[in-house]
């Protein structure tokens, strides 16, 4: 297939600028036999008792600086992934790219070009200090693009799951941006169970496919982490019956690239870097309900979807959000996804 395949006509009054009045006040699209519109609050009743939501407890940081050379040109950061105390990898928005050995200056802070690969550089921050609590002296909530507001004190909460955790993600895992305290405590008096991974997400999320070939598209890296208690709860929920829900697609990635990984569906514990690229043909082996939000027109979240709901139905289903004028993209509404073939 190809980049074009996976197209569809959005008008921009549907792209949500800020987020519902409560988290969960979304609708909810459930593209099943038919499609059905719900709201997100519905969501225990369609479920069953014994399944499991895996939720994504991946913290975002203040990942967007601005600085400037040393030769007085202006920088935008945008931070892709911390890789110790010391260092990260970022996209520059710059005039002219940096070489290695060049300085940017962000207020009495010193930041040094160590290199670069294809659109990332290696950035290492000068002195003394640690590279975490410079993001959370200078840097700022990163919105995705499509978000043209700068961000407020609205944004710092709503763009942050209630699970959030650990630090490291530079875009939220939005399907989990729809809960809440009622919401989950509904979910647990209809006996169904949760569980964490995570999965620091990365701006290359945003990124759109410069090829037409899919076969062609290099996915960027992100790291994920699955721990024991995972595990134990997949194995149980598989024993007892339960289905197996991925809330979000970064979900959906980490728990697919660890069963790639080990060569099994019954994960062992691990951390892991991945760049599974999930297109139609793909056969998931861990996955059985996929609960995400509505995706960029021909972007590789899209192509995941429309593999775990097939391509046809899941273009269909998208042709109804927007005549039903559903909210797309991070602060919009939902989608529960049952899957192509069971």
């Known amino acids: 297939m190809r980049r074009a395949d996976f197209h569809y006509e959005l008008p921009p009054e549907l792209i949500a600028q800020h987020p519902s009045a409560e988290r969960s006040a979304s609708r909810l699209l459930h ?3 038919t499609l059905a519109d719900r709201h997100i609050r519905e969501l225990p009743q369609l479920l069953s008792p014994g399944d499991l939501l895996v939720f994504n407890d991946t913290r975002v940081i203040p990942a967007r600086l601005y600085g400037r050379k040393s030769t007085g040109g202006q920088v935008e950061i945008l931070v892709e992934r911390v890789l110790d105390a010391r260092r990260f990898l970022a996209q520059l928005g710059v005039s002219k790219k940096p070489k290695a050995g060049g300085v940017i200056e962000l207020g009495e802070d010193r ?3 160590l290199g670069r690969e294809d659109d990332l550089f290696e950035l290492q921050l000068q002195g003394e ?3 975490m609590a410079f993001l959370e002296r200078a840097g700022r909530l990163p919105l995705p693009p499509y978000i043209t507001h700068a961000p407020d004190a609205g944004d710092a909460e709503r763009y942050q799951t209630v699970f959030a955790r650990e630090p490291g993600a530079v875009a939220a895992p939005t399907a989990g941006l729809h809960f809440d305290a009622p919401l989950l405590a509904a979910l647990k008096a209809r006996g169904v169970q949760t569980a964490t991974l995570t999965l620091h997400v990365g701006a290359g999320t945003f990124q759109p496919l410069r090829v037409e070939d ?7 890296a992100e790291r994920y982490v699955i721990d024991a208690a995972l ?3 997949l194995a149980q929920t598989r024993a007892r019956g339960g289905r197996i829900v991925a809330v979000g697609t970064t979900v959906t990635r980490a728990l697919e690239s660890a ?3 080990q060569d099994s569906a019954a994960l062992q514990p691990m951390r892991g870097e991945t760049r599974l690229f ?3 043909g793909y056969r998931f082996a861990v996955v059985q309900r996929l609960l995400t939000n509505f995706h960029l027109p021909e972007s590789t ?3 995941l979807v429309c593999a775990f709901g097939g391509h046809e139905r899941m273009m269909a289903a998208y042709r109804h959000a927007v005549a039903a004028r559903y909210r797309f993209f991070s602060y919009g509404d939902a989608m529960l996804i049952e899957p192509e073939t069971p």
């Open 259 to 261: 069963a790639a990984a």
């Open 129 to 131: 200090g640690e590279v």
């Open 214 to 220: 899919l076969s062609q598209h290099r996915m960027h």
């Open 301 to 303: 979240l899209m192509m």
């Open 31 to 33: 593209v099943g036999a």
């Open 111 to 113: 930041l040094t070009v």
């Open 278 to 280: 999930i297109t139609p």
């Open 231 to 233: 595990c134990e709860a």
